[in-house]
């Protein structure tokens, strides 16, 4: 898919492991695994404001478009 | 899901399998009417519910065998359908039924009903084609009557198959929604 989640580099960047991004977002281990292997159909606005709000980014910082070879 | 959906459900669940063992006793009936008229042609004059088709064997042996393989393989897809439907209640989750398995089974299911339909469709212009030849055939009409039924009973479940399948592309991307 030519979204790219780059959920992980910020978590890195910022420090901070799923478990907890997991309580301050409040969302299941599984749902935040599903989005940060990629796996994700969607993603809702509330979602992606709770995460920018806890790792204190842009949606941009998170999301990436990179085009199909 | 409501208390009665679960009842009729269990309702269906019986009478499928009540039908399942009714059309598996014909089928099986049937086959050893088959396999016994092979040995010892003169069963043929009373073969399963008092079936009789002497004359067609005395007219042509190949008609004969012809015309009781339709019918044996009928009895046996229709078996096999309802032994399709009774998988199909038997695995199908009412409080999710969206499932790859359900879609796939009811697919089959309409695939099978269609084919069956056709299939007595066949028989019954083939045995009307030979009543040209003094050959009577009312007695094999309870076989196919209800094959038109089949034709349009496959359109509808193929109709509601094709719903199931988009309705598990939307569980799926409803499941992958974070």
Not at chain 1, 33 to 44: E, F, P, Q
Not at chain 2, 37 to 59: G, T
Not at chain 2, 93 to 110: A, R
Request: overall charge neutral; some cysteine.
């Amino acid at each position: 898919m030519p979204i790219i989640v780059n959920l992980d580099v910020m978590m890195a960047k910022r420090k901070i492991s799923l478990n907890e991004l997991s309580t301050r977002v409040d969302l299941t281990l599984s749902n935040l695994s599903i989005l940060k292997t990629g796996k994700a159909k969607a993603v809702r606005f509330s979602t992606l404001e709770a995460i920018c709000k806890a790792l204190d980014c842009q949606p941009g910082d998170i999301l990436e478009f990179v085009e199909d070879e | 899901m409501s208390k009665r959906d679960n009842l009729i459900f269990k309702g269906l669940h019986i009478i499928a399998w009540i039908i399942f063992v009714a059309l598996c006793i014909e089928a099986g009936a049937l086959l050893f009417n088959f396999i016994f008229s092979i040995f010892k042609p003169e069963v043929v004059k009373n073969l399963y519910q008092k079936l009789d088709l002497s004359e067609m064997y005395q007219f042509n042996q190949g008609i004969f065998y012809g015309i009781y393989s339709f019918i044996l393989f009928i009895a046996v897809l229709k078996a096999y359908l309802f032994y399709l439907v009774i998988l199909l209640l038997s695995k199908m989750d009412l409080s999710k039924p969206f499932s790859s398995y359900v879609s796939t089974k009811i697919t089959n299911i309409s695939y099978l009903t269609l084919s069956v339909g056709l299939i007595s469709y066949i028989a019954q212009q083939v045995v009307k084609s030979l009543e040209h030849y003094g050959l009577v055939s009312e007695q094999l009409n309870p076989f196919w009557a209800d094959s038109q039924a089949y034709i349009l009973m496959s359109a509808v479940i193929y109709v509601i198959a094709t719903i199931f399948s988009r309705g598990v592309e939307i569980q799926n991307e409803n499941d992958l929604t974070v």
